[in-house]
């Protein structure tokens, strides 16, 4: 009887024990899953159209030469980026370096001969006032003293033509100087050279041109869009701009009245909020254009990596209190990386946008941190 009691009593302690564990196991559960989660969002949202721009100089700065010379040098090549005053082009300067040579030594003869005139001239004038008395002492002719006026008046003449001579010198030796600073060609703005016209050993002349320049900022996105879409732009509304990679933004400035009967297109204009590398400035350089076609509306949105498909259908899951909830939605407009949600979701939801792809109704899941 005793026997019988203990073998119950033990069996009694392991069974209890086997409940408990199974009770224990069922209770913790699999380990909760990690997610990327995010918020559903009403945002504004316009129609948008896409398009290919071109970048076009709204005044490109035109660079000439001021004077007659061979090119010795290009400093820069299409679509380089130069600073204001940077040398474009060095030309030949040896002519010119040869006439300040020689304008400077003439003008020195001339200082030193008016030096001369003018000691002569003092000269002159004591001989004179010396002869006037002597005539009226009748000690001279008149004939002697017209002599000394007459001498007089020829020293003066001279002392006239040469200061006549060293001015024109003058003149002519800073238009020289000045032409040798033409000879280092420098740039009137900072910007892009969109434009060379010249290269070594050509001969420019006097407003020849030599380079075009895209002053920075002073260019803008050109488009052509179908006239019914391009009644439907506004002016300043904001354009989404695209090259390889790269984002850019931009305005509508400006909507061309007149149709292209041809091609059933109307211009379009852009001006660009950001700056442009300088890889990108080229007149002529293209772009891809989002713009806006209509009144904007707001619109639910979630990304698109929310979406699951099953079959035919899209579903997104939820985060709810640490459990995935698996939601059918009716999708609408594609904006960019979001999608937006017709039905299905709410605003301010969580939507698992990472790790959903082997989830399943009900799993617990946890929000990943950031690091």
């Known amino acids: 009887m005793k026997l019988i009691s203990s073998v119950l009593f033990f ?3 392991l069974f209890t024990s086997h409940t408990y564990a199974q009770s224990y196991s069922q209770k913790k559960g699999p380990r909760a899953t990690l997610v990327d989660v995010a918020k559903a969002e009403i945002v504004d949202v316009a129609e948008k159209t896409s398009a290919i721009g071109r970048l076009v100089a709204l005044n490109p700065i035109i660079v000439s030469s001021k004077i007659n010379q061979e090119v010795l040098k290009t400093h820069f090549k299409i679509g380089d980026e130069v600073k204001k005053n940077d040398i474009l082009f060095t030309l030949d300067s040896k002519d010119v370096r040869r006439n300040i040579k020689r304008i400077t030594e003439e003008i020195k003869y001339e200082e030193e001969t008016l ?6 001239l003092r000269l002159r004038i004591s001989k004179l006032n010396n002869a006037k008395k002597l005539r009226t002492q009748n000690i001279i002719t008149q004939d002697s003293l017209d002599s000394v006026e007459i001498a007089l008046i020829q020293n003066r003449q001279e002392i006239v ?23 280092k060609v420098l740039s009137p703005v900072s910007g892009n050279i969109i434009d060379i016209q010249s290269q070594v050993g050509a001969i420019t002349s006097k407003g020849k041109v030599l380079a075009s320049i895209l002053e920075n900022g002073l260019y803008e996105i050109e488009t052509d869009l179908r006239s019914d879409l391009a009644s439907r ?15 850019f933004k931009g305005k509508i400035r400006g909507i061309v009245n007149s149709e292209n009967i041809r091609t059933g297109t109307r211009k379009i204009r852009i001006t660009l909020s950001d700056s442009l590398p300088k890889n990108l400035s080229a007149s002529g350089t293209r772009f891809s254009l989002d713009i806006a076609v209509g009144n904007s509306s707001k619109r639910l949105l979630i990304p698109k990596d929310a979406l699951t498909p099953e079959g035919e259908k899209q579903v997104v899951y939820l985060f709810e209190n ?6 059918l939605v009716q999708t609408g407009v594609s904006v960019g990386n979001n999608i937006e949600i017709i039905r299905g979701v709410k605003e301010e939801q969580l939507v698992v946008i990472k790790g959903n792809e082997n989830l399943r109704p009900n799993l617990p899941i946890k929000i990943k941190k950031n690091k």
Not at 233 to 247: C, E, L, R
Request: charged share 30%; net charge positive; glycine share 4%.
């Open 11 to 13: 069996a009694t302690i």
């Open 115 to 120: 030096n001369f005139l003018n000691e002569k």
């Open 161 to 183: 033509q040469r200061s006549y001579n060293i001015k024109k010198l003058r003149i002519s030796l800073e238009e020289n100087k000045e032409n040798l600073s033409f000879t």
């Open 233 to 247: 732009v506004k002016i300043g509304s904001t354009v989404d701009v695209f090259n390889n990679n790269k984002k």
């Open 322 to 327: 640490g459990i995935a909830k698996k939601i």
